[in-house]
């Protein structure tokens, strides 16, 4: 195991928020380049809430996002990085040096790596009722992950405008059973939205839709036209995005919250840099992993410029 050097008083070279797939990916890069860093997390990984990825590459059968996860802390703890468990609650600059506030304590550095995600909007249930509809694949949040796994099912989609109608027709490319639910009233739809869902044959219920709940092997949705039983619920309720600390900073962000980055994902605030779901893009492992190893790269060059970095 090599072994980096012990923290100090002196700043680190990065530190990294969030310890997700995009987080771990960074340090494991970051640590290779024998940077001194730290990573902080909130334990909140969108990832550990995957019961079973399959179209994550290397991993024949799939993986649980919690063993996934779990793998990833290994080979960083092989490198000698500990993912230090906390919230970082404020997040300052001052003659180019980073202070992040934890509850405990304080940590310095010259640059930071946002990796801390987005959290989906869950449709209305018992926390206890959505992890079990999770975990059994009765409730999914990623077409885009297991859409192969709910072909020819009868599939729900909670929402509507244009989010929720674009949800519902690709998911129609799974299956002809599709059925389009409105979360809180009528539907809010285009004329022309709602002729291409009529043309495709799915169903367009309004809403609202009360608790979920499951049933058997089904998950039921109350809704006023009645229960109405599923293989499989969608909730296309948006999301929030995770980039208070960074836009507190003046960061650019979308109007949704997503960081603005270059094609090297640094901020608009030097130093500051961001990968994975909370930079608007494909939210899939696979691409937080992939902007993780550019953002790294790109600190490790950035720090060059301004400090020497030999041995």
């Known amino acids: 195991m090599i072994v980096l050097p012990p923290m100090d008083d002196h700043p680190l070279d990065c530190l990294i928020i ?3 797939p995009a987080g771990l990916t960074a340090a494991i890069y970051l640590a290779r380049f024998h940077l001194r860093i730290r990573i902080v ?5 969108r990832a550990a809430m995957i019961p079973h990825t399959r179209n994550h590459a290397g991993y024949p059968g799939g993986i649980a996002g919690k063993d996934l996860l779990a793998r990833m802390r290994e080979q960083v703890g092989e490198l000698g990085i500990e993912v230090i468990e906390g919230l970082v609650e404020t997040i300052g600059k001052a003659d180019g040096i980073f202070t992040a506030q934890l509850p405990d ?29 999770l975990a059994r694949g009765l409730l999914r949040y990623c077409p885009i992950c297991d859409g192969f796994e709910v072909t020819d099912k009868r599939i729900a989609v909670i929402g509507t405008e244009t989010h ?6 690709f998911l129609r490319t799974y299956s002809k059973d599709v059925t389009l639910i409105a979360p809180n009233a009528e539907h809010v739809l285009a004329p022309e939205e709602r002729s291409r869902l009529e043309e495709l044959g799915v169903r367009i219920i309004d809403g609202p839709c009360r608790s979920l709940r499951i049933d058997g092997d089904q998950i039921l949705i109350p809704t006023p036209a009645g229960d109405l039983s599923f293989d499989t619920a969608y909730p296309a309720l948006g999301s929030v995005i995770r980039s208070e600390l960074a836009i507190s900073l003046g960061a650019e962000a979308t109007a949704d919250g997503c960081m603005t980055v270059d094609d090297h994902q ?12 909370v930079v608007k893009g494909l939210d899939q492992i696979s691409h937080a992993m992939g902007e993780a190893g550019v953002a790294a790269t790109t600190i490790r060059n950035d720090l060059a410029k301004e400090m020497t970095l030999a041995r």
Request: glycine share 12%; charged share 15%.
């Open 105 to 133: 304590q304080q940590v310095r550095a010259r640059t930071v790596l946002l990796a801390t995600g987005v959290v989906n909007n869950a449709p209305p249930m018992a926390p206890e009722i959505h992890d079990a509809a």
């Open 164 to 169: 929720g109608q674009n949800e519902a027709v």
């Open 266 to 277: 640094r901020t608009t605030i030097p130093g500051l840099y961001a990968a994975g779901d």
């Open 18 to 20: 969030g310890a997700g």
């Open 41 to 45: 997390d909130a334990g909140r990984s």
